[in-house]
Nanobody
Framework: HVQLVESGGGSVQAGGSLSLSCAAS????????MGWFRQYPGERREGIAA????????YYSDSVKGRFTISQDNAKHTLYLQMNSLKPEDTAMYYC????????????????????????WGQGTQVTVS
């Protein structure tokens, strides 16, 4: 099965930037969509960005739109999340996720995704903004 390993988390001051990476291995040809989630203590994972394998389908939650950028390098089987203008409320555990099907579509003014939309998960990396 697909395996995902995140890296790049850490601590930063408000207004700063961090970049996360997620390396995929295994049968990566099965992946149709990859995404980033975050989870606050005691709460459900929240989808914040997703990108289809073709790169044409890109989605962001309202909470990060305009500040975060999702991208991928298919040759390296690696997903990225560039996080700019970080706020204390961005402090959370961040997870990489992958799914064999298409990315969850946007049906209204905002894009939402929860953990049931994705099958494969990384172990998570902590981001702390102070």
């Amino acid at each position: 099965h697909v395996q995902l390993v995140e890296s790049g988390g850490g601590s930063v001051q408000a207004g700063g930037s961090l970049s996360l990476s997620c390396a995929a291995s295994g049968p990566t040809h099965m992946i149709g969509c990859m995404g980033w989630f975050r989870q606050y203590p005691g709460e459900r994972r929240e989808g914040i960005a997703a990108i289809g394998t073709s790169g044409l389908d890109i989605y962001y939650s309202d909470s990060v739109k305009g500040r975060f950028t999702i991208s991928q390098d298919n040759a390296k089987h690696t997903l990225y999340l560039q996080m700019n203008s970080l706020k204390p409320e961005d402090t959370a555990m961040y997870y990489c996720a992958a799914e064999e099907g298409a990315c969850p579509a946007q049906y209204g003014p905002a894009w939402y995704s929860d953990s049931r939309d994705f099958t494969y998960w990384g172990q998570g990396t902590q981001v702390t903004v102070s």
